[in-house]
């Protein structure tokens, strides 16, 4: 059984760093494109990063150079530092693996506010 799990959500001021991450089992980590997404209230969940297993990566244009997408496929792991966060940064975000079929994790919850 394919397993997702997210942690490193929480409430942070405006400015401020969190550091997300998502452990997969299950399957083989290091051939699936991982990738973090989020969605706001009332809004389209959308792709924030994402890092092939060659290491390339993606961004969100609201995003680059204030975020950063890493893994390690020796831990099984996806991470996203996310620095200088601001108030529309907040979302549930998502851990996603896609290869030829998708696994989704069960999201965490950032909230960025004063």
């Known amino acids: 059984q394919v397993q997702l799990v997210e942690s490193g959500g929480g409430l942070v001021k405006p400015g401020g760093s969190l550091r997300l991450s998502c452990v997969v089992s299950?399957?083989?980590?290091?051939?699936?494109?991982m990738g973090w997404y989020r969605q706001a209230p009332g809004k389209q969940r959308e792709l924030v990063a994402d890092?092939?297993?060659?290491?390339?990566?993606n961004y969100v244009d609201s995003v680059k150079g204030r975020f950063t997408i890493s893994r390690d496929n020796a831990k099984n792991t996806v991470y996203l530092q996310m620095s200088s966060l601001k108030p529309e940064d907040t979302a549930v975000y998502y851990c996603?693996?896609?290869?030829?079929?998708?696994?989704w994790g069960q999201g965490t919850q950032v909230t960025v506010s004063s």
């Open positions: 996603n693996a896609r290869y030829y079929i998708t696994f």
């Open positions: 299950g399957t083989t980590f290091s051939i699936y494109t």
């Open positions: 890092i092939r297993n060659g290491g390339s990566t």
